[in-house]
């Protein structure tokens, strides 16, 4: 049997495609992002498991959730999860469309085929398409202190300049780098930390 990924590949492209073409790329990103949480959540498990209850009713719980959550609520875990994930766009005080008929249509799609548990790797493909779009790429940045937004900002422009892409910095502290930071975009990592130029250094005293 084909793994998650590899089925979840079709249904993250036919989505992409149609938000693409019709301007609702964002739009759906955001809501695939809370349905994944959702769906990865154990306590939806037995609603998600559960032969008795029709393929229609979860999905429309999934749908239900978001618009009451996220699109419609002043504040809530789900909208403060939008605004403090890495990379997102958001702040916590944006504000987001309720699901689309399209959108909806797509996740009883999903339903109906049993397929609800893809949406986690549906919402990584989708990202992976709209990166390629957008010809953006994921650096992921581990500093021994906290960025200011001063070296983010400079960080992220002079990533951008040097790979000619958008860039979107994913951060995070390692005080054991002792200063500096290691940067990985893909398969390359550039380590400009203390502990990495120690390390050369004693290789360079023990060659």
Same mark, same amino acid.
């Given at each position: 049997?084909?793994?998650?990924?590899?089925?979840?590949?079709?249904?993250?492209?036919?989505?992409?495609?149609?938000?693409?073409?019709?301007?609702?790329?964002?739009?759906?990103?955001?809501?695939?992002?809370?349905? +994944?949480?959702? %769906? =990865?959540?154990? /306590?939806? *498990?037995?609603? $998600?498991?559960?032969?008795?209850?029709?393929? @229609? &009713?979860?999905?429309?719980?999934?749908?239900?959730?978001?618009?009451?959550?996220?699109?419609?609520?002043?504040?809530?875990?789900?909208?403060?999860?939008?605004?403090?994930?890495?990379?997102?766009?958001?702040?916590?005080?944006?504000?987001?469309?309720?699901?689309?008929?399209?959108? +909806?249509?797509? %996740? =009883?799609?999903? /339903?109906? *085929?049993?397929? $609800?548990?893809?949406?986690?790797?549906?919402? @990584? &493909?989708?990202?992976?398409?709209?990166?390629?779009?957008?010809?953006?790429?994921?650096?992921?940045?581990?500093?021994?202190?906290?960025?200011?937004?001063?070296?983010?900002?400079?960080?992220?422009?002079?990533?951008?300049?040097?790979?000619?892409?958008?860039?979107?910095?994913?951060?995070?502290?390692?005080?054991?780098?002792?200063?500096?930071?290691?940067?990985?975009?893909?398969?390359?990592?550039?380590?400009?930390?203390?502990?990495?130029?120690?390390?050369?250094?004693?290789?360079?005293?023990?060659?």
């Amino acid at each position: 049997m084909a793994d998650l990924s590899t089925l979840a590949r079709p249904y993250a492209k036919a989505a992409f495609d149609y938000a693409n073409e019709h301007g609702v790329v964002n739009e759906w990103e955001d809501f695939l992002f809370i349905a +994944s949480t959702i %769906v =990865n959540d154990k /306590s939806f *498990q037995p609603l $998600l498991d559960n032969p008795a209850v029709s393929a @229609e &009713h979860k999905s429309a719980a999934l749908v239900d959730l978001y618009d009451t959550q996220v699109a419609s609520a002043s504040d809530s875990a789900f909208k403060q999860l939008l605004g403090e994930t890495q990379g997102h766009r958001h702040d916590s005080n944006a504000s987001y469309s309720k699901v689309s008929i399209a959108l +909806s249509n797509f %996740v =009883n799609q999903l /339903s109906e *085929q049993e397929r $609800l548990a893809l949406l986690p790797e549906v919402y @990584e &493909h989708y990202r992976r398409h709209k990166a390629l779009s957008l010809k953006q790429l994921d650096a992921y940045v581990t500093s021994a202190y906290p960025l200011t937004d001063a070296q983010r900002e400079l960080l992220e422009t002079r990533l951008a300049a040097s790979l000619n892409a958008s860039v979107v910095i994913h951060e995070a502290v390692d005080p054991s780098l002792l200063a500096g930071a290691t940067i990985k975009i893909g398969d390359k990592i550039i380590d400009d930390s203390m502990r990495g130029k120690l390390q050369q250094l004693k290789t360079q005293l023990t060659a």
